[in-house]
């Protein structure tokens, strides 16, 4: 049943998916064919963290249908229906990290490397996977707290405090380490073991909270 819940979750995002794949399509063509480091820097953010904000958009819509409460009436349980959502928020991250690596890399074959270094590129994508990973840890236990009513205002809320906490922690990492190879590596890692565990540590909470609703 698990497997069901999940595909149903990508088939739902699948659309908005497409039109934001397109769209990047569109900006990465003109990324790939001029030198711009800022441009492929937001490229590479927004391709990351955008697939995923399509994501949870598709969790507001099925309350908004009336979906999200018929799958109470089926023989699922509703853990099962909130790791189903938290799996769908990690395939689509990762399809927004193949826009962008091929992005990055089209850039690479045709201009060269546009960084000071290539461990750069490394950062970059550390930075964009956990500010999707804090995302969905803010979001999905906000979404089911507050109430599915005000969907996207905890989404506002939760992109936005996914960007300070990560700002937040760059800039703590950047006191402790003098700028180079080693810091960034360091930051890498942080970056991506702070998001990780909040991730996972937010979806038994988020499972708890579901758990408690009545609807």
């Known amino acids: 049943m698990m497997r069901g819940l999940l595909k149903n979750n990508i088939y739902a995002t699948l659309s908005g998916g497409k039109l934001f794949g397109i769209f990047m399509c569109l900006v990465g063509s003109i990324a790939v064919s001029v ?3 800022s441009l492929l820097i937001g490229y590479g953010l ?3 963290v955008g697939f995923t904000v399509c994501a949870l958009i598709v969790v507001q819509k099925e309350f908004t249908s009336k979906w999200g409460k018929y799958k109470l009436t089926l023989p699922v349980r509703r853990a099962d229906i909130i790791k189903s959502q938290f799996w769908n928020h990690l395939i689509w991250l ?8 091929a992005g990055i890399g089209l850039s690479w074959l045709f201009h060269g490397c546009q960084f000071d270094q290539p461990l750069d590129i490394l950062m970059l994508f550390a930075l964009g996977v956990s500010i999707s990973l804090f995302l969905g840890a803010l979001y999905f236990p906000l979404f089911y707290l507050i109430g599915e009513e005000r969907g996207e205002i905890i ?3 939760a992109l936005l ?3 300070v906490m990560d700002w937040g922690l760059i800039s703590i ?3 402790l380490f003098e700028p180079g190879r080693t810091a960034i590596l360091i930051g890498t890692a942080a ?6 565990s909040a991730f ?14 009545e609807y």
């Open 35 to 37: 030198v711009s480091q």
């Open 46 to 48: 927004t391709g990351i």
């Open 94 to 101: 990762l399809v927004g990290v193949v826009f962008a690596g």
């Open 155 to 157: 989404l506002g809320i």
């Open 161 to 163: 405090c996914a960007f």
């Open 173 to 175: 990492l950047n006191d």
């Open 191 to 196: 970056l991506f073991v702070c998001s990780l």
């Open 200 to 213: 996972f540590l937010s979806c038994p909470l988020t499972a708890w909270i579901y758990s408690r609703k």
